[in-house]
């Protein structure tokens, strides 16, 4: 069964706006939360992450927002632009090891 | 670029056969993990091998199997392949057991 959660599956935007994806999951021991980003034809690429000790994180346009007791994290791009339309997974990993397990990604897209 | 290569880059081959897809990870990086990404399972963790010990498996199905060389390089082997094998295969390093996994540029299997 899908381990983390995402949605939505599509994201349309306009630039300046803000896109906001989200992600849950169920298992407790996840530790690790990145995001990537990925555009067509290339690998996914680290955005962004955050460890569950604290519940948000900033880097430029690009925030985390995590809710431990909900089980739930999301994404926020502040001022969308389009260079940012690709697809953006969240992934989590266990503290018993690093395999990441994958939402099924959200493809955004930032029309000028 | 992440450092990390992988080739080939594509490769087309027909039901039943064999191919082997390869792996560099980032200088220094004693992790590597492979991923398969299809159009409907998503991102796929398949293994996870550290220092050349495998450390986790994933959805591996039995006719994969990978290996990390002393030179930390690793090896994809995919046989008797069928149709649904067609997709994008990932390498990911890591310096470490844990934490950020950065990703190569991915090998496009078509299996005809």
């Known amino acids: 069964q899908q381990q983390v959660k995402q949605s939505p599956q599509s994201l349309i935007v306009q630039k300046g706006g803000i896109s906001i994806i989200n992600c849950a999951y169920e298992n407790t021991a996840f530790d690790y939360f990145p995001w990537y980003q990925q555009f067509p034809g290339k690998g996914p690429a680290l955005l962004i992450a955050?460890?569950?000790?604290?519940s948000e994180k900033k880097e430029g346009r690009f925030t985390i927002s995590f809710n431990k007791s909900a089980k739930q994290f999301s994404l926020h791009i502040m001022d969308s632009q389009p260079g940012d339309s690709a697809t953006y997974f969240c992934?989590?990993?266990?503290?018993?090891?690093?395999?990441?397990?994958f939402g099924t990604g959200t493809s955004l897209t930032v029309i000028p | 670029d992440s450092g990390v290569t992988q080739t080939p880059k594509h490769l087309i081959t027909a039901t039943g056969q064999r191919v082997t897809l390869r792996c560099s990870p980032r200088?220094?990086?004693?992790?590597v993990y492979w991923y398969q990404q299809s159009l409907d399972q998503g991102l796929q963790f398949l293994i996870h091998y550290y220092n050349g010990e495998e450390r986790a498996k994933g959805n591996i199905l039995e006719r994969f199997s990978a290996q990390q060389f002393p030179d930390l390089h690793s090896e994809l082997n995919l046989s008797s392949l069928e149709l649904g094998d067609s997709a994008l295969y990932f390498c990911?390093?890591?310096?470490?057991?844990?934490?950020?996994?950065?990703f190569g540029p991915g090998t496009r299997l078509t299996v005809l």
């Open positions: 200088s220094g990086d004693l992790s």
């Open positions: 992934a989590a990993a266990p503290n018993t090891g690093n395999q990441f397990y």
């Open positions: 955050i460890r569950p000790d604290v």
């Open positions: 990911a390093s890591s310096p470490r057991r844990d934490g950020e996994q950065f």
